[in-house]
């Protein structure tokens, strides 16, 4: 579905609060990726295996087990965030998309992303909040049952 958001559904959220959410997601995801990038080269590929092996034989006795858990819990982040992100940007529209690429990774102003799609204020910042919001649903940082979707779903009406 490669469509934005009407003005009606959008009205619902505040897009000053969204980006916010949208950017701590985005650095809290930097971080552990970067985290467990410095994990894996410190240790070594090989001794992750093992360690996760001798890990399950001492059933949660030493610290070994405790700090695969942790890094095992990091990387499952990781692959959750990209399988969600990789089905998101499939939804993008292409403005959405340029949006994504200067605005979100790297947080460009919206006077430059603006005129890199040629859009006016208005019509940009509509494509803009779609966009964040979209993000901000897939990655459940807000609410996604509005009044407007419950009169959109109800079947009983």
Not at 80 to 109: C, G, N, P, V, W
Not at 131 to 149: E, N
């Amino acid at each position: 579905m490669r469509v934005e958001f009407k003005k009606k559904y959008l009205d619902e959220y505040n897009l000053k609060t969204i980006v916010r959410a949208v950017y701590n997601l985005f650095d809290d995801y930097y971080y552990k990726e970067a985290v467990a990038q410095e994990y894996l080269e410190s240790m070594g590929k090989n001794r992750f295996s093992n360690d996760k092996e001798y890990s399950k034989n001492q059933r949660k006795v030493d610290s070994t087990y405790k700090t695969v858990e942790k890094r095992e819990k990091v990387v499952n982040y990781l692959k959750e965030f990209d399988r969600k992100l990789e089905h998101l940007l499939t939804s993008l529209t292409d403005d959405e998309m340029t949006i994504y690429k200067h605005s979100i990774l790297a947080r460009e102003q919206d006077k430059v992303v603006r005129d890199r799609i040629c859009k006016t204020d208005k019509t940009y910042y509509l494509i803009k909040k779609s966009c964040y919001v979209k993000f901000a649903l897939r990655f459940s940082l807000v609410d996604g049952f509005t009044k407007d979707v419950f009169e959109t779903i109800n079947l009983y009406d």
